[in-house]
């Protein structure tokens, strides 16, 4: 009689978020016992991971939430030994770029010297895991496209500076202390979940509003960025298969294909048969002090290492996203008109 495999334990940070949220679909799909952090606050979000967690005394359960913060290394180190997890994933950061600007500091603490927290808690416990860290294309900043994983670093924010911190103490602990470490750098992947004020989300919920005759304006900053943007479910498939591979080493994930936030606006509102000129206006409180003109990725050693590649392109992305925010204000006014009718 054979004995079966014991079951795989993950540690995610930023399990609320849009990738955490994907993340934990997947592996629980594959059959993990999924550990998350969230932070205590006096409210609860978690919105995007609703509807795969379960009551604790459900049979199936395989999905734990834990109050915690990446600014408390000694109750980082209490989890690592309570949860014991085969595999860690570092997605938690203040994220958003325009507001690193705002908030130097913190997303200096949070986004930078919570990794080595973390990693340090990893140590101190003799926790033996692998560890993925997520990293960013804003690293390159200014450095021209396209990028891969040995082109150098320019980042111009305060967000692209922290995370060039979060690569290099990565590479420490996997070069000093033989840590299975890898760093994911990961270029601008969204999907419906993307939080609201990041720019593909900002535009396709203004084009369900619009379209819905909720809004008649959508104001933003630099148009003439050139991104590269990919689909976030397609990318934590990436984020899982760089723990799987027999060696650590770091990886980009990307499509290899370059769009301007014009070019998103015009696939975002031709969808909703709209005219996108007709609606959007310039305003300048949306740039950022030093501006990234294009970042544009190279997936080859993914593609050669990992059998990962895209499927899912910017013009394809930009319809999934209309469609799902489309669909969500229809469910939103069915409510809001049910509640009203009761």
């Not at 930009?318 to 006014?333: C, F, N, R």
């Amino acid at each position: 009689m054979t004995t079966p495999a014991p079951i795989k334990r993950a540690l995610i940070t930023g399990i609320t978020g849009q990738d955490g949220s994907y993340l934990a679909e997947l592996l629980l799909s594959k059959g993990y016992e999924v550990h998350g952090l969230i932070r205590r606050s006096s409210s609860f979000n978690t919105a995007r991971i609703d509807h795969i967690y379960q009551p604790a005394q459900a049979d199936d359960h395989r999905l734990f939430l834990h109050f915690a913060d990446l600014s408390d290394g000694s109750r980082l180190v209490t989890l690592l030994n309570e949860i014991q997890p085969h595999e860690v994933y570092n997605l938690a950061a203040q994220s958003h770029v325009r507001v690193s600007f705002d908030e130097p500091e913190y997303t200096g603490d949070v986004t930078g010297l919570g990794t080595i927290r973390l990693l340090e808690a990893i140590r101190a416990a003799h926790i033996d895991c692998r560890f993925y860290q997520a990293s960013s294309s804003e690293m390159f900043g200014a450095t021209p496209p396209p990028q891969n994983e040995e082109t150098p670093f320019y980042p111009r924010s305060p967000y692209g500076v922290a995370k060039v911190y979060s690569y290099w103490i990565t590479r420490n602990y996997r070069e000093a202390y033989g840590l299975f470490a890898v760093n994911g750098i990961l270029f601008n992947h969204e999907s419906p979940r993307r939080g609201g004020t990041f720019v593909t989300r900002k535009i396709t919920r203004a084009v369900a509003r619009i379209k819905a005759g909720l809004q008649s304006e959508l104001y933003l900053g630099n148009l003439d960025a050139v991104r590269d943007w990919g689909y976030a479910p397609e990318y934590v498939e990436g984020m899982w298969r760089m723990l799987q591979h027999d060696e650590p080493t770091d990886y980009v994930l990307a499509t290899n294909t370059a769009y301007t936030v014009r070019d998103f606006l015009q696939f975002s509102f031709e969808h909703a048969g709209l005219d996108w000129e007709k609606y959007v206006r310039f305003d300048d409180r949306y740039l950022r002090p030093t501006e990234v003109d294009a970042l544009v990725g190279d997936f080859g050693r993914a593609q050669s290492l990992l059998g990962w590649e895209p499927k899912v392109l910017t013009p394809r992305l930009a319809q999934i996203m209309v469609d799902a925010d489309v669909a969500a204000l229809d469910v939103e006014g069915r409510h809001y008109v049910d509640q009203v009718q009761s």
